[in-house]
């Protein structure tokens, strides 16, 4: 008979399948109650497995190769990973301005910096 897997290992699968670079307590409502998936997520945060991006929001984790310590875990940045909780929270976001004008090739990449006066 297979043993059975902790509630912790089964949120592990979950992110390990899931191509999401972030991920919502909500999202492990089917797996166990809620104080019980919150202390799973806070043992995988202190594992280094994830990273507490703000309340209620996770996000992938991979070990750094400078330090060692687990970061952030997305192709699209902190940024992306942002955008990404913003959307499963149902929360409205736009491109800023200055990715706009990048976008329709009125401005380009270092036109955004400012210089200092001598």
């Known amino acids: 008979m297979a043993a059975r897997k902790t509630l912790r290992e089964k949120i592990e699968a979950r992110v390990a399948r899931k191509g999401d670079a972030v991920f919502l307590p909500r999202e492990f409502s089917d797996l166990g109650g809620q104080d019980q998936v919150l202390r799973a997520l806070r043992e995988l945060v202190r594992e280094g497995r994830l990273i507490r991006l703000g309340y209620g929001v996770y996000g ?3 070990r750094s190769k400078l330090s060692g310590q687990p970061v952030l875990a997305s192709p699209d940045g902190f940024v992306g990973a942002a955008r ?6 149902g929360v409205a976001w736009g491109p800023t301005e200055w990715e706009r004008a990048y976008n329709e090739g ?4 270092s ?3 400012r210089r200092r006066p001598r």
């Open 111 to 113: 036109a955004g910096k």
């Open 60 to 62: 992938r984790a991979e």
């Open 106 to 109: 009125r401005s380009t990449p």
């Open 84 to 89: 990404a909780a913003l959307t499963k929270l």
